[in-house]
């Protein structure tokens, strides 16, 4: 069966800070990754997918960054966070682009300080 | 502008009681309507998808209801559990990104005993 992980599942950094969130998956190949954030009291919003290794789609433009240097591993990165990237992030995969199902990870919580 | 509505914000119900969480959407053009239930601090997990051409779907408890003319879905919860507090979202597809997911900003349902 197919499982994804993230980590850390919480983190607290200082404004200025680099960031880096990793996310797996196991138990499938070339799956559709995708990166969300979820601000409090607001809906999922997508920031990043990914179809294969190397290739990043970005859907918002901000202050952070995404790289899939492995056919199950996506990372969020960032080289200064700002106070407005405290939220809940969430990693996803997919069989397919568009496919209708899509599986979420357990998330991370970051709190920019 | 695609967007999706979910009411109320917030319900409390006691244990063992029914509930109704709605969803009003204006995504077009429309391709699928999913519901998903995530518990605090968790990752979102799917309870339906349900496509142009469904009515109703159910997943044990839970029955999903589309009315794909009026652009409305309801969640209905039957005979509710403690575990069954957690906030469900209602996410609406795009047929023409199927990919891209425009969620809502979900129900906070808590059940007491």
């Known amino acids: 069966s197919q499982t994804i992980h993230q980590w850390p599942a919480t983190l607290v950094q200082p404004v200025g800070s680099p960031l880096s969130l990793e996310c797996t998956v196991e138990g499938t190949s070339n799956p559709n990754l995708y990166w969300y954030r979820q601000a409090a009291g607001r809906g999922l919003q997508l920031l990043f997918y990914?179809?294969?290794?190397?290739?990043i789609s970005s859907e918002v433009p901000q202050n952070l960054s995404a790289s899939r240097p492995q056919d199950r591993q996506f990372i969020l990165s960032s080289k200064k966070l700002l106070l407005s990237d405290s939220g809940f992030y969430l990693c996803?995969?997919?069989?397919?682009?568009?496919?209708?199902?899509?599986?979420f990870g357990p998330g991370t919580r970051l709190t920019v300080t | 502008k695609n967007q999706v509505e979910q009411s109320p914000q917030s319900l409390i119900i006691l244990e063992g009681k029914n509930c109704t969480l709605q969803c009003n959407y204006t995504v077009s053009p429309f391709s699928n309507l999913r519901w998903y239930k995530q518990d605090t601090g968790r990752g979102p997990v799917s309870l339906t998808i349900m496509t142009f051409s469904e009515n109703t779907k159910s997943n044990g408890r839970y029955t999903a209801t589309l009315d794909a003319d009026t652009k409305q879905s309801s969640l209905h919860i039957t005979a509710s559990q403690l575990s069954d507090s957690a906030s469900y979202i209602c996410?609406?597809?795009?047929?023409?990104?199927?990919?891209?997911?425009?969620f809502g900003s979900g129900t906070r349902l808590l059940v007491r005993p």
């Open positions: 996410v609406v597809s795009a047929g023409d990104s199927s990919y891209k997911l425009i």
């Open positions: 996803a995969w997919s069989v397919q682009l568009g496919s209708y199902e899509q599986y």
């Open positions: 990914s179809v294969g290794i190397g290739q």
